[in-house]
């Protein structure tokens, strides 16, 4: 449905600012890093409690819980899915870079420049709290919709702490969809922060440990030894060579080039011939790659690398998500008429917002659109350029204007049962 003018008037007016800011700054003060999740979500119990979402919670792994929940509509609807991480990265350096100053504490939620500030406020505890924020502005309305809205927060999807990182948190929800315990959507937004664009397709990746192992050898023998450095020399060629053939595939019009890059490199250290070397690469994919496809073409480029006799390679892949070697790329029509109905509501409230774009990230709407056969999208507040970093922050106004946005497409997707 479009969503009139008088409806849209009445949802822009029942906004309480100091609320939602209230919320928003609840949610940052909750320390959430990576295996920390349950604070957070205890706070995310009440306020989902106190909105009649009727939460339930469980624990993908031991002490930490997802928590998901609906705002149940009058009926003749359909199901609309808000989904998000409870996780933030690590706080290191963040209180050294602002000693002494307003935001020190990166759990302070200290407002500067029209923005908040702190670990988590952009990614991605603003999208979260927009779309909490968003039922109040229906209720403030006295507007009932007919079909449901459902929320899920989940954890474990950022990586860097070690042992996690592995999307534990929203392989548990999928299963519970796939299981029938939780009703499987007809669209969901992630609010991932998009600077609300509406991201309809998104990168795939696999991250690879690569080992070489020659023999060592006093230097004054060198005969003796099989030199695994200089075997990865003859490799990294390889694999570089093997990077700019990737460059000149054909890119996706919204997410780009793929690409594959070496991001560390280890090796030698002593007086005789290395034994061992190691390096790691990461490489992106675009929509419509396989991993299968992509990690075949990179072994081949290290196994076909010449090297001396007595070389032994080993390949891994630590970072598995939605599948062994990686995370798989994933896009839906931007034709949708769902897509259209979102960049409408963010349109009509940010006309310079709204937009079609492509994520040059991973996260996690492939669980849903891939395995799920769920649509869905990145949409929410805020700029990713300054998350993981001392820098990150949420401007206020953007976030009242997801606030607004979320609520005009809940209406325009669910219906009104009063409009």
């Known amino acids: 449905m479009t969503l009139d003018t008088t409806t849209a008037s009445r949802l822009d007016a029942a906004l309480d600012e100091k609320k939602?800011?209230?919320?928003?700054?609840?949610?940052?003060?909750?320390?959430?890093?990576?295996?920390?999740?349950?604070?957070?979500v205890q706070f995310l119990d009440g306020e989902m409690r106190a909105r009649e979402m009727a939460p339930d919670t469980e624990d993908f792994l031991a002490g930490r819980?997802?928590?998901?929940?609906?705002?149940?509509?009058?009926?003749?609807?359909?199901?609309?899915?808000?989904?998000?991480?409870?996780?933030t990265v690590h706080v290191d350096g963040w209180s050294e870079h602002w000693t002494g100053?307003?935001?020190?504490?990166?759990?302070?939620?200290?407002?500067?420049?029209?923005?908040?500030?702190g670990r988590g406020v952009t990614d991605l505890k603003g999208g979260i709290c927009a779309a909490i924020a968003a039922l109040d502005l229906l209720d403030g309305a006295e507007i009932r919709l007919r079909g449901d809205v459902a929320f899920a927060?989940?954890?474990?999807?950022?990586?860097?702490?070690?042992?996690?990182?592995?999307?534990?948190?929203?392989?548990?929800?999928?299963?519970?969809?796939?299981?029938?315990?939780?009703p499987r959507p007809d669209f969901a937004v992630y609010v991932e922060p998009t600077s609300l664009s509406v991201y309809t397709a998104q990168i795939g990746f696999f991250i690879a440990d690569v080992k070489i192992t020659g023999k060592s050898a006093y230097f004054g023998?060198?005969?003796?030894?099989?030199?695994a450095l200089k075997a990865t020399h003859s490799i990294l060629a390889s694999v570089w060579k093997h990077a700019e053939a990737r460059q000149w595939l054909d890119p996706?019009?919204?997410?780009?080039?793929?690409?594959?890059?070496?991001?560390?490199?280890?090796?030698?250290?002593?007086?005789?011939?290395?034994?061992?070397?190691?390096?790691?690469?990461?490489?992106?994919?675009?929509?419509?790659?396989?991993?299968?496809?992509a990690t075949a073409g990179f072994e081949s480029a290290v196994r076909d690398a010449p090297t001396d006799d007595g070389i032994k390679i080993e390949i891994t892949y630590p970072a598995g998500r939605?599948?062994?070697?990686?995370?798989?790329?994933?896009?839906?029509?931007?034709?949708?008429?769902?897509?259209?109905?979102?960049?409408?509501?963010?349109?009509?409230?940010?006309?310079?917002?709204?937009?079609?774009?492509?994520?040059?990230?991973?996260?996690?709407?492939?669980?849903?659109?891939?395995?799920?056969?769920?649509?869905?999208?990145?949409?929410?507040?805020?700029?990713?350029?300054?998350?993981?970093?001392?820098?990150?922050?949420l401007n206020i106004e953007e976030y009242f204007s997801a606030i607004r946005a979320f609520a005009r497409f809940m209406v325009a997707f669910c219906g009104s049962s009063t409009t």
């Open 65 to 87: 819980p997802n928590i998901w929940g609906t705002r149940s509509g009058t009926g003749g609807g359909k199901r609309l899915q808000f989904i998000g991480h409870t996780d």
């Open 20 to 40: 939602a800011l209230a919320l928003l700054k609840g949610a940052v003060a909750r320390n959430s890093i990576t295996g920390n999740e349950a604070k957070f």
């Open 322 to 393: 939605d599948n062994p070697f990686g995370g798989t790329p994933a896009e839906i029509p931007q034709d949708r008429a769902e897509v259209a109905q979102l960049m409408d509501a963010v349109s009509s409230v940010s006309p310079d917002r709204g937009k079609i774009g492509g994520a040059p990230f991973w996260s996690e709407s492939s669980f849903l659109i891939n395995k799920l056969n769920v649509p869905t999208v990145y949409c929410a507040p805020g700029d990713i350029a300054c998350c993981h970093t001392s820098q990150e922050h």
């Open 221 to 227: 023998r060198p005969d003796l030894g099989v030199d």
């Open 101 to 117: 100053t307003v935001r020190e504490d990166p759990f302070g939620g200290a407002e500067v420049d029209g923005a908040i500030w």
């Open 252 to 293: 996706h019009p919204l997410t780009g080039q793929s690409s594959v890059l070496v991001t560390g490199l280890s090796g030698g250290g002593y007086i005789a011939v290395p034994g061992e070397c190691k390096f790691s690469v990461i490489g992106s994919l675009r929509p419509g790659d396989t991993l299968e496809s």
């Open 153 to 182: 927060f989940i954890g474990d999807e950022e990586s860097g702490e070690e042992g996690s990182g592995i999307s534990a948190g929203v392989a548990h929800w999928t299963e519970m969809v796939q299981d029938g315990k939780i």
